[in-house]
């Protein structure tokens, strides 16, 4: 599907942990969401070890750009993956504020991802809850 070794896969991790944790709350079905990301990536890892691993980033690092230069450099249909997944966890516990909606707006623009693209696929799985 694209060339991310298993650092990488972590670093995207360690952003979906921020996006999860941005409100406060960090719940199961965020955690669970996360490990389906890892898995879909790392299919024959220990989830559980990466994700600790992804939190231990998230939780030493204050800046989102060395996550996103990862994302930025990848295709666009994997740029549309990793917007997919944070929207899913954003999206999981029925709420979006606007931290959630400031972080995902900040995004975009590190990565280069079309915003219109981003309200599509927001949109989407919004209807499809």
């Given at each position: 599907m694209n060339n991310l070794d298993k650092e990488n896969i972590i670093g995207v991790a360690a952003l979906l942990v921020?996006?999860?944790?941005?409100?406060?709350e960090y719940s199961d079905q965020?955690?669970?969401l996360i490990k389906e990301f890892i898995k879909s990536y790392?299919?024959?890892?220990?989830?559980?070890?990466i994700l600790k691993k992804a939190e231990v980033i998230e939780n030493n690092s204050n800046q989102?750009?060395?996550f996103t230069n990862i994302i930025k450099k990848?295709?666009?249909k994997?740029?549309?993956?990793?917007?997919?997944?944070?929207w899913k966890i954003i999206i999981s516990d029925k709420a979006i504020d606007k931290y959630e909606s400031n972080l995902m707006r900040r995004i975009c623009g590190l990565i280069y991802f079309p915003d219109k693209l981003c309200a599509e696929i927001k949109l989407r799985l919004l209807n499809n809850k």
């Open positions: 921020h996006a999860a944790k941005i409100d406060e965020e955690k669970l790392l299919e024959n890892e220990n989830i559980e070890e989102l750009l060395s990848n295709t666009i994997f740029k549309s993956d990793i917007i997919e997944h944070l």
